[in-house]
C-alpha cells in the first residue's frame, strides 16, 4: 500500500485533473443541452461522458447489483450518501437522465449552478418551508411529466459512515404523486473519498439497486413510515457488506 506521502503527487493530479474535467463537462454540457434536447443530453452526459471519466480518474471501479431494477418509467431514486463519488457512481450504473433535488446554496457555484438550471434541476430552499414545500410540487410535476429523480435522503454526507435519519422531502413526494421509489445501498465510496476530505484513494465500490417500492402497501404508509422503510431496507444492505 503506497503512503499517503507517496501518494500526494498523484492525488493532487487527480484533482486538477478532476477540476478540469468538471468545468469542461459544465460547459460542454450547457451547449450540448442548448442545441438538443436538456433531457436527452443530461442523460449523455451523466452515463456516458462526465462520471466515468470522473471515476477512472480517481480510480475506482463499481460493481452493480440488480441493474435489472431500473424503472422504464420515471421513479425516485433514494440511495445513502458519504462521498462526493456516490453521484458519479450512481450516474454510472443507472442509465436514465436522474436530476438531482439540490439545496438552493449550490446556485453559489460557477458553472454547476448554470448548468443545473438549464437541464432543469431542482433547487431546494431548506431553511423557507414555503419556498421548499413550492419546489417539491415542481418536482411531482416534473416526475410526472417524464424525469426521473435521484435523491439523498440523509440530507448530507455521512462523516462516521453511520447512515443518518431520513428526511421526509422525498417521500412526501413519492406519496402525493404514487411515485416509485428505487432504493440503492451504495457501499465502500468512503473509502475512496471521505466525507469532508480530498484524499482520493483506488477502491472498489459496490451499488446494490434494490425493487422499487411502489404498491398500495407502501403507498399507504405515512411519510415518515416510507421514509423508516426505505431507510431499513438500505441499512441491511449496507451491513451485509
Known amino acids: 500500500m503506497i503512503s499517503k506521502v507517496l501518494w500526494f503527487p498523484i492525488n493532487i493530479l487527480q484533482l486538477l485533473l478532476l477540476l478540469v474535467w468538471t468545468i469542461f463537462c459544465g460547459i460542454f454540457g450547457m451547449v450540448f443541452a442548448l442545441v438538443t434536447n436538456p433531457t436527452y443530453s443530461h442523460r449523455i452526459m451523466g452515463y456516458y461522458i462526465f462520471s466515468p471519466v470522473i471515476l477512472a480518474i480517481s480510480m475506482v471501479r463499481v460493481k452493480a447489483k440488480g441493474?435489472?431494477?431500473?424503472?422504464?418509467?420515471?421513479?425516485?431514486?433514494?440511495?445513502?450518501?458519504?462521498?462526493?463519488?456516490d453521484i458519479p457512481i450512481i450516474c454510472t450504473r443507472v442509465n436514465r437522465p436522474l436530476f438531482f433535488i439540490g439545496k438552493i446554496e449550490l446556485k453559489k457555484i460557477p458553472i454547476l449552478s448554470q448548468y443545473m438550471k438549464i437541464v432543469g434541476m431542482i433547487f431546494v430552499d431548506r431553511k423557507n418551508r414555503e419556498r421548499a414545500m413550492a419546489s417539491m410540487r415542481t418536482a411531482i410535476q416534473d416526475i410526472q411529466g417524464g424525469k426521473s429523480i435521484a435523491a439523498f435522503p440523509e440530507g448530507t454526507r455521512t462523516k462516521t459512515g453511520e447512515?443518518?435519519?431520513?428526511?421526509?422531502g422525498v417521500f412526501t413526494i413519492a406519496k402525493e404523486g404514487r411515485i416509485p421509489i428505487v432504493p440503492i445501498a451504495v457501499i465502500g465510496s468512503a473509502r475512496a473519498l471521505a466525507s469532508g476530505s480530498f484524499f482520493l484513494r483506488p477502491a472498489t465500490v459496490?451499488?446494490?439497486?434494490?425493487?422499487?417500492?411502489?404498491?398500495?402497501?407502501?403507498?399507504?404508509?405515512?411519510?415518515?413510515?416510507?421514509?423508516?422503510?426505505?431507510?431499513?431496507?438500505?441499512?441491511q444492505e449496507i451491513e451485509k457488506g
Not at 447512515?163 to 421526509?168: A, E, T, V
Not at 451499488?207 to 413510515?225: H, Q, T, V, W, Y
Open 163 to 168: 447512515l443518518l435519519p431520513f428526511k421526509k
Open 206 to 235: 459496490e451499488l446494490r439497486i434494490l425493487p422499487a417500492l411502489k404498491d398500495d402497501d407502501f403507498f399507504n404508509m405515512s411519510i415518515e413510515e416510507m421514509a423508516n422503510h426505505t431507510r431499513s431496507l438500505i441499512q
Open 67 to 85: 441493474v435489472d431494477n431500473v424503472l422504464d418509467e420515471p421513479a425516485i431514486y433514494a440511495a445513502n450518501h458519504a462521498s462526493q463519488l
